[in-house]
């Protein structure tokens, strides 16, 4: 069992940075993908990047590649989304996951919103 809890959304202005952490609990969390997703309103949810069990693989949604940075410290259970060059339509709930595989997410936690004025 993993518990995650977000923090470190906001209200940026378009061009801005956040950096969004999530804790996790349980001492299992190096054995797992974490991932980070998003859901804007009225619009399905939706990946933004994974990271493997070491972190040392990462993965990227096309609109965020090249502006967010997914990292992780399994020492201190916590994965980053560093969110550089900020967009309107970043707005969002973002919300941390862990899983099994970069497709299969088994715990979340409950979002932290994004606010991206233009």
């Known amino acids: 069992q993993v518990q995650l809890v977000e923090s470190g959304g906001g209200l940026v202005q378009a061009g801005g940075s956040l950096r969004l952490s999530c804790a996790a609990s349980?001492?299992?969390?190096?054995?797992?993908?974490m991932g980070w997703f998003r859901q804007a309103p009225g619009k399905e949810r939706e990946f933004v990047a994974a990271?493997?069990?070491?972190?040392?693989?990462?993965y990227y949604a096309d609109s965020v590649k090249g502006r967010f940075t997914i990292s992780r410290d399994n020492a201190k259970n916590t994965v980053l989304l560093q969110m550089n060059s900020l967009k309107f339509e970043d707005t969002a709930v973002y919300y941390c996951?862990?899983?099994?595989?970069?497709?299969?997410?088994?715990?979340w936690g409950q979002g932290t919103q994004v606010t991206v004025s233009s």
């Open positions: 996951a862990a899983g099994q595989a970069m497709l299969d997410y088994d715990y």
């Open positions: 349980g001492r299992t969390f190096s054995r797992y993908v």
């Open positions: 990271t493997d069990w070491s972190g040392g693989s990462t």
